[in-house]
């Protein structure tokens, strides 16, 4: 392939195979890898492509397959963390009638890989039903199904978290408190 199309092909599709490899590998470095090593691949096997207008299919196909390949072998073979204990997560407070779109995506992120997978492609790529089923490699049905079973688990997350939310208890300091018992006693 010569380097005037590959550089045409990166250029249209990077973006947003980087922001799939993003909201999979959910950190910047391995969405960054997952990428260049998709487009590695490509320089590498895509001239084999015998449709050129599947080309965006195939990236995001092989993009998929090398995020579960790699998480194939962290399971077999998990990193051991250095720290004894990890921070906390400090969750923002999320008002009941409305959910800013960066609570939205850190539900998104936590769930399962088989629903975040569709839903990202489907609500955030704005991809077919049957694109879907071609670059994860399942039927249609099955696609469905899963968008359906990955939306209600978003609900239930999104709930979880708006009522965390409404349950957290704000610590007052002594002093903040004895001058609202001052100022109860002199009404």
Request: charged share 30%.
């Amino acid at each position: 392939m010569p380097g005037l199309e590959f550089e045409q092909l990166v250029d249209a599709h990077y973006a947003a195979l980087y922001r799939f490899a993003y909201s999979l590998a959910k950190n910047e470095m391995d969405a960054a890898d997952l990428t260049q090593q998709t487009f590695y691949i490509w320089a590498e096997k895509g001239h084999g492509l015998r449709d050129a207008g599947k080309a965006k299919s195939w990236l995001f196909t092989t993009l998929y397959r090398e995020f579960l390949g790699g998480r194939k072998h962290e399971t077999r073979f998990p990193k051991v963390a250095l720290d004894e204990a990890p921070e906390e997560p400090v969750d923002a407070p999320v008002a009941a009638e409305k959910i800013d779109a960066a609570s939205a995506l850190e539900a998104l992120g936590r769930l399962d890989e088989n629903y975040r997978a569709p839903l990202t492609l489907f609500y955030l790529k704005q991809f077919s039903y049957n694109e879907i089923a071609e670059v994860l490699n399942v039927p249609v049905g099955t696609v469905m199904s899963r968008l359906s079973r990955g939306k209600a688990e978003l609900r239930k997350a999104l709930a979880d978290q708006q009522s965390e939310a409404c349950r957290r208890i704000i610590e007052i300091s002594p002093f903040k408190m004895r001058a609202q018992q001052g100022k109860d006693k002199s009404e």
